[in-house]
C-alpha cells in the first residue's frame, strides 16, 4: 500500500482527532496553553464537517432488531459499525436473540465478496467475540479467504480465550500464504493461539523476504521462549547467517540462566570467529535488563542511547561479565576490537575490559579502532587512552570511521595535546562520508564540545599561528568563544583579545574573514564593513566576499549602528512596532547565533537537541508572542524545559534543565549552554524552578529592525518545515 497525507483543515496546536458516525470531525487545540498554568480559558475543540455532505439518520442501536444491527454492519462508516456490533454483542450476552440465525447472518456478510473490507471484518469479529464456540467450526473454511483469514486470527488472538485456543495448523497454513499480511498476521497470533507448539514453524520463517514478518517471527518466538528450538538453529554448522542472527536475536531477548550459560558455553567451544560474533552480540545484549520502572528512571528527556531505558544487573550479569572478559583477552586483535565496540554500542562499562583493551592497544595498532570506537560511546576519557587516541586520529592509515570517533573521544578531554590533534584530523574528517553519519557527528562534537571553554588557549595559538586547515579551524572555534553569550566570561574574553589582536596581522585578518564566511558569524560585521576599504586589496576583495556571503548591507549596517535600541525602549512600544516592522531573514539568522540563542536552541530536526527546538516555532507562537518570549522569558516556559535546581551532597548547587535522565544519572544543560553528568546518587534533593534558564536581556543590543529579522529567521524556518 502507498500512505499519503492530504491538509484538510488547519488548526493551532492541534492535540488530538476524533470522528463520529455522522462524519464530523473533533479537533482539539492546545492554543494560548504552556507548560506552566495560565487559566482556565485556553484550547478549544473544533467540529469540522464534509461541504455539502448530509449523513443518513442516526438509529437508535439499542432498539434496533438483531437483523437490523447486522445490516448495519455494512455501513460505510466505521463508527457506525462498531456501535453496531457492540449492541450485538450486548444482546448476544443478554440472551436475546436466536444463535443460529444471527450467527447464520454474520457468516453472509463475512462471505460476501462484495461487502467492504470493513464489513466483512466487523462480522468476523463479531462471530468470534459473541459465538466463540459455535463459530470455531465454520471459521476453519474461512481462512483460504485472505481477507478474513488476517482478520480471524486477529480476532481469535484478541479474545479471552486460553493460550491453545487452536492447532498448530492454524499458523501453519497462513505462515505459507504468499500474501506478507497474513503470514504476519499469523506470527502475531501464534504465541497467543498456539504457544510454544507453533516454534517448528515459525523458526522456518526467521528470515521471511518480508522484514516486518521477519520481526514478528521474532517477537513470537520470544512470546513462547523457545529457547531449544533457537539453539538448535545456531547449532546447525550450515545455518544461513540470517536465520541464525534470528535466532540468536530472539536468544538475547530472553534473560534466563538456562540461555546465559549455553551461549557461554558455545562462545568457548564455537572455533569459528564469524559465528563467535553472533554469539558475542547476544551475551551483549543479555548483560542487562531493563530495570522495573520506579517513577523516576526518566521523564520528559529519557535516555535514548539504548538498548535499556534503565539497564540492570540480573542473575546471569556476573558470568557473562566474565566470559567476555575471558574471551577478549585471548582474542585475536579482530575479534578484541569487535568486543570493545559491543561493549560501547551496549553501553556495559569496560571496567578491567577496557585496561586490557588499552594496554593491547599500545602494542597493537590494529586495536586503535576499538579504544575510539568503545571512547566515543563513553562520559569519561581514561588519561590512559589519550596518547591512544591521538594515535588513532593522525595515523595515515586510521580509517575514516574510526579517525572521526577518535576526534569524539578526544574532544571530551580538557587535554591540549588531544585538541590539537582533533584541530588536525577533523578537517581530514569532514572531507570524507563515513558511515553513520560520523563525520557529522565528529563536527558537532567538536561545535558543542561542553569543556570547550577549558581550552580557549588552544584555539587562540592554533589560530595565530595562521597556517594551515588546522588553523583556519581552530579560527572559526576562537569566533564562536567570542560571539558566545553564554558560557565562561574568562574565555570569552581571550577569544577576543585573541581576534583584536590578529585582526591587526594582515595574514590573520585574512583567515578571519573566511572563518567568519565559513561559519555564518556575523558578529564582527563592524570590522568586515570597515575592511572593504583595506589598503591590501586581496583583504578588501575577500572582505567583499565575506559581507557577500553573510547577505549584509555595508550602507543599511552603518544606518542601523545608530538606530535606537531596544534596551532603551518600553516593551510595549517594541512589541507594537515589532509586529509591522519588516526585517531581514538572513540578517536575522545571523544575530540568532550573534546574541547567543544557538548557544540552548536549535533549528535543524537532525540537530542534538539543546534546549527547545526552534525549527517549527512559528507554528506555533504568532510574532508578538515570539517577541515577547525574547524579550520576557520567563512569562511563559516550553514544555519539558523547565529550569531544575540540584542541590548535591557535597554542598554544590547547579541550575539546569533535563536533557537526558537516566536511572542513575542526570544531565542537565546548564546558563553556560554545557552539559553536566549528574550521579543520582550524589543528589540531596532537587525541585522544579518556574522560570527560564533563558536570561533576559538578550535582544537589547539589537534594534527594533534587528528583532524583527530575527522573528524573519524564525518564521522562514517554521514555512521551510511545510
Known amino acids: 500500500m502507498t500512505a499519503s497525507q492530504e491538509e484538510f483543515v488547519r488548526l493551532p496546536r492541534v492535540t488530538d482527532l476524533d470522528v463520529d458516525g455522522n462524519s464530523a470531525v473533533y479537533a482539539a487545540s492546545w492554543k494560548g496553553a504552556s507548560f506552566t498554568w495560565v487559566g482556565p480559558e485556553v484550547g478549544f475543540i473544533a467540529r469540522v464537517t464534509p461541504k455539502g455532505y448530509t449523513p443518513p439518520a442516526m438509529p437508535n442501536f439499542e432498539t434496533l432488531s438483531p437483523e437490523k444491527l447486522v445490516e448495519a454492519l455494512r455501513s460505510p462508516s466505521h463508527r457506525r459499525r462498531l456501535e453496531a456490533q457492540r449492541a450485538l454483542l450486548r444482546q448476544t450476552a443478554a440472551a436475546r436473540v436466536d444463535r443460529n440465525s444471527v450467527l447464520a447472518l454474520l457468516r453472509d456478510v463475512a462471505a460476501d465478496a462484495t461487502a467492504s473490507k470493513g464489513s466483512r471484518i466487523a462480522a468476523v469479529n463479531a462471530m468470534v467475540l459473541g459465538f466463540p464456540q459455535e463459530s470455531k467450526s465454520r471459521l476453519p473454511r474461512m481462512m483460504s479467504d485472505e481477507v478474513l483469514a488476517p482478520a480471524i486470527l486477529h480476532a481469535l488472538a484478541s479474545s479471552a480465550q486460553p493460550r491453545g485456543l487452536v492447532s498448530p495448523d492454524w499458523i501453519e497454513r497462513p505462515l505459507n500464504s504468499a500474501n506478507p499480511v497474513v503470514r504476519r498476521t499469523a506470527a502475531n497470533s501464534a504465541s497467543r493461539l498456539v504457544g510454544l507448539a507453533a516454534a517448528p514453524a515459525l523458526v522456518s520463517h526467521l528470515a521471511d523476504a518480508d522484514p516486518i514478518v521477519a520481526q514478528a517471527v521474532v517477537r513470537a518466538l520470544t512470546d513462547v521462549s523457545a529457547v531449544d528450538a533457537c539453539l538448535k538453529v545456531i547449532d546447525q554448522p550450515k545455518a544461513r547467517p540470517e536465520v541464525r542472527t534470528a535466532a540468536l536475536r530472539v536468544l538475547q531477548s530472553l534473560h534466563q540462566t538456562r540461555v546465559a550459560d549455553a551461549l557461554i558455553q558455545r562462545l568457548s567451544s564455537e572455533k569459528t570467529e564469524s559465528r563467535r560474533a553472533g554469539v558475542i552480540t547476544a551475551l551483549c545484549r543479555l548483560h542487562f535488563q531493563e530495570g522495573p520502572w520506579k517513577g523516576d528512571s526518566w521523564g520528559t528527556r529519557p535516555d535514548t542511547r539504548g538498548p535499556y ?150 584555539f587562540e595559538a592554533v589560530a595565530a599561528e595562521a597556517e594551515g586547515p588546522a588553523s583556519a579551524l581552530a579560527e572559526t572555534a576562537v569566533l564562536r568563544l567570542a560571539s558566545r553569550k553564554v558560557g565562561a566570561p574568562e574565555a570569552r574574553a581571550a577569544a577576543n583579545a585573541s581576534l583584536d589582536a590578529g585582526w591587526s596581522q594582515p595574514k590573520r585578518r585574512l583567515q578571519i574573514l573566511k572563518a567568519a564566511a565559513q561559519i555564518g558569524d556575523a558578529s564582527r560585521a563592524a ?196
Open 309 to 458: 531505558y534503565q539497564p540492570e544487573s540480573w542473575e546471569g550479569t556476573t558470568r557473562i561479565a566474565a566470559a567476555l572478559k575471558t574471551q577478549l583477552n585471548r582474542a585475536e586483535a579482530s575479534e578484541a576490537a569487535f568486543i570493545g565496540r559491543e561493549f560501547s554500542r551496549h553501553r556495559i562499562p569496560a571496567g578491567d575490559a577496557l585496561e586490557t583493551l588499552l594496554t593491547r592497544a599500545a602494542s597493537e595498532p590494529s586495536l586503535l579502532p576499538a579504544v575510539a570506537g568503545q571512547l566515543a560511546e563513553s562520559e569519561d576519557i581514561p588519561a590512559k587512552a589519550v596518547p591512544l587516541l591521538v594515535r588513532a586520529a593522525n595515523a595515515t592509515e586510521t580509517s575514516d570511521a574510526a579517525r572521526a570517533q577518535a576526534v569524539i573521544a578526544l574532544v571530551k578531554t580538557v587535554d591540549p595535546e588531544a585538541w590539537r590533534a582533533a584541530l588536525n584530523a577533523l578537517p581530514k574528517v569532514q572531507a570524507t562520508k563515513s558511515e553513520n553519519n560520523l563525520a557529522e557527528k565528529a563536527a558537532n562534537a567538536f561545535r558543542n564540545a561542553p569543556k570547550l571553554d577549558q581550552v580557549h588557549g588552544v
Open 527 to 722: 570590522a568586515f564593513v570597515a575592511a572593504l576599504d583595506d589598503a591590501d586589496p586581496t583583504i578588501a576583495k575577500t572582505a567583499r566576499e565575506t559581507i557577500g556571503r553573510l547577505k549584509i548591507d555595508p550602507d543599511k549596517f552603518r544606518a542601523e549602528a545608530k538606530a535606537t535600541k531596544v534596551g532603551d525602549l518600553p516593551i510595549e512600544d517594541v512589541l507594537a512596532q515589532v509586529q509591522k516592522t519588516s526585517g531581514d531573514a538572513t540578517r536575522g539568522g545571523q544575530l540568532f547565533g550573534q546574541i547567543g540563542c544557538n548557544g540552548c536552541h536549535t533549528v535543524k530536526a537532525d540537530e542534538p537537541v539543546k534546549g527547545p527546538y526552534l525549527g517549527t516555532i512559528a507554528t506555533v507562537y504568532k510574532r508578538r508572542e515570539l517577541a515577547e518570549a525574547i524579550l520576557l522569558p520567563n512569562k511563559t516556559l516550553a514544555q519539558g524545559f523547565v529550569a531544575n535546581h540540584f542541590e548535591l551532597k557535597d554542598g554544590t548547587e547547579i541550575d539546569g534543565f533535563v536533557v537526558r535522565e537516566a536511572a542513575d544519572a542526570v544531565t542537565v544543560r546548564t546558563i553556560t549552554a554545557i552539559e553536566q553528568t549528574i550521579p543520582v546518587a550524589q543528589i540531596a534533593q532537587r525541585e522544579k524552578q518556574q522560570r527560564s534558564l533563558m536570561p533576559e536581556g538578550l535582544a537589547a543590543g539589537l534594534t527594533v529592525r534587528e528583532l524583527a529579522s530575527v522573528l524573519d529567521y524564525l518564521e522562514q524556518l517554521s514555512r521551510g518545515s511545510k
